[in-house]
């Protein structure tokens, strides 16, 4: 119908599943697709994406309370790296920013 060749459609599902969290890129398209999904990190809209997605886990059952999402949030900054030059550049900072102010909040939590 749309006359994609197999490989068409390899690439296209590899990056698809590069986004998977962890992510995993095997190429340059991958590592582009990879950080447009998370380029909020390091963006100044960090926490209007992040409460969104803190309702969409509460939603589901997932997590029920901010203390257990900020705990989530520093865990998942601590351990993800921007994969081109480009947004290590642009947003590599203000994710640093991110996970300081997080680090502070997260600080004031009694040991789990």
Known sequence: M????GEDIDRICGMIMATKIPQSPHNYLEAILCDADLDYLG????HQIGATLFEELQAYDI???LEAWNRLQVNFLEKHTFFTRTN?????RKKQFHL?????VVAGYPNP
């Not at 300081?100 to 502070?104: D, I, N, S, T, V």
């Open 88 to 92: 290590r550049l642009r947003r590599n």
């Open 43 to 46: 963006r100044d809209d960090f």
């Open 2 to 5: 749309y006359d994609y060749s």
């Open 100 to 104: 300081r102010e997080l680090k502070k």
């Open 63 to 65: 997590l029920d309370h």
